[in-house]
Each structure stands twice: as C-alpha cells, then as structure tokens.
C-alpha cells in the first residue's frame, strides 16, 4: 500500500535551523492529513493537522502546508530543538480511517 | 491531560491461543480505532467501531479478529487463534464525535504482541 509516501527515511538539522518533513499521497479521496510525532515504545502522538480545504495551518513552531494539486504535504518545524527528535508520521484520512506513510526519523543536534 | 490506555503493554502468546487486548478510551470520546505497527513496517490501520457497531475495516481484520465494548469502557480487540504474523504493536485510538476533519485520533502507547 504506497497511498501515502514519505520518501526520506532520516532528516538531520542542527538546533535552530527550519526541519522540513514532506509527504506524498495518490488518493484523491484522502480529504483531510495529520502529523504524528513517536518515540520507541510509545503511541503516536498528535501534532497537527490540515483539511483538504486548506493549504496552510500553523501551530507554534510547527506549520503543515498542503499543495492539493501536486498531492504533497510538509511540516515545518521552527525552530527545530533537541527534543523534536522523534519519528515523524504523515497520516491521510477519509471515512473513517487513517492511512500512513512509513515514517522519517528526525535528528536535532544540538 | 486525558490519554488512552492499553492493557497489557506487551503480551506473549502461543500460536493458536486466544487473546484480548484492551483500551480505556478517553472518557468523551466516541469513535474507537485499532492499528497495528509490524516490526520494520507501517502503522496499519484494522478496524473504526462507533455506536456498538463496526463502522470500516481493513482487509487485515479477517474472521479471527473481532472488537467490542463490553462494559462501556473498555474497548477490546481479540484475535481468537494467533498466527505468528499476528506479533505486531498493536494501538488504539479514540476520537470525539466532531468532525473527522478536524478532529484528532489520539493514540494509546500500545500493546505488544509476540506469538511463539
């Protein structure tokens, strides 16, 4: 199932600089995208999300943009800290479920 | 802050055995998911429950899984005979009943299932 595609595996950044995540999905049907942020052993946890019916949405230092018309979605995260290491996931729903992309592991070095 | 629960964290099980493994959603939430996470792999999506009834599954959620939520808390998954490719981290989530737009699936930390 390659619906949604997350085509770098790893992200380094040194602390303070923008993280960049992206994200590709092929089904036009997805009408709404998530990032989840995992440490090993835990759950996914929420960060932020985006309906279809719109092309940016912020949150603090993270910001997701939405390009419908290229299917691509990426996170930023500004400025980036140690702490933001993690696994990020991009996730697409429609009906009732979310399909995800395979994940990229971001390291922050301080 | 509210958060989903899972019991137990990590389960070891012959193949063929029965298990069950439960959630505690959070308390106003509404719409319950089960995922699953094999080693290496995807977090897949298996089953929406909402209302007593399943609402979507996946082509993962066969005859030998079933969901329920028995005592109106807990929500349960069983897989009624394991099969090895059943060990996976196994998530829950839950969700309010607002919009699936803008509403957000929160996780639980998961369950580990291992099969012998």
């Known amino acids: 199932d390659q619906q949604v595609k997350q085509n770098s595996p790893s992200l380094s950044v040194q602390e303070g600089r923008i993280s960049i995540l992206n994200c590709d999905y092929t089904?036009?049907?997805?009408?709404?995208f998530l990032w989840y942020k995992k440490y090993p052993a835990e759950g996914p946890t929420f960060l932020i999300s985006?309906?279809?019916?719109?092309d940016k949405n912020e949150d603090g230092r993270f910001t997701v943009f939405l390009n419908k018309s290229a299917k691509h979605l990426s996170l930023h995260i500004v400025p980036s800290q140690p702490g933001d290491s993690a696994v990020y996931f991009c996730?697409?729903?429609?009906?009732?479920?979310?399909?995800f992309g395979a994940g990229t592991i971001l390291r922050v070095k301080s | 802050e509210p958060e989903v629960t899972q019991t137990p964290s990590h389960q070891v099980t012959q193949m063929g055995q029965e298990v069950i493994l439960r959630c505690v959603p959070i308390?106003?939430?509404?719409?319950f998911y089960w995922y699953r996470q094999i080693l290496g792999q995807k977090v897949e999506f298996l089953v929406s429950?909402?209302?007593?009834?399943?609402?979507?599954k996946s082509e993962i959620f066969d005859d030998q899984f079933s969901v329920e939520r028995p005592d109106g808390s807990n929500f349960t998954l069983k897989i009624r005979s394991t099969k090895l490719e059943d060990s996976a981290m196994y998530f829950c989530?839950?969700?309010?009943?607002?919009?699936?737009?803008?509403?957000?699936?929160?996780f639980g930390p998961g369950t580990r299932l291992t099969v012998l």
């Open positions: 985006i309906s279809s019916i719109k």
């Open positions: 308390s106003n939430h509404l719409y």
């Open positions: 429950f909402y209302n007593n009834e399943i609402s979507e």
């Open positions: 989530a839950t969700r309010t009943s607002g919009r699936r737009d803008t509403d957000t699936q929160y």
């Open positions: 089904n036009s049907m997805f009408d709404y």
């Open positions: 996730a697409a729903g429609y009906g009732n479920k979310l399909v």
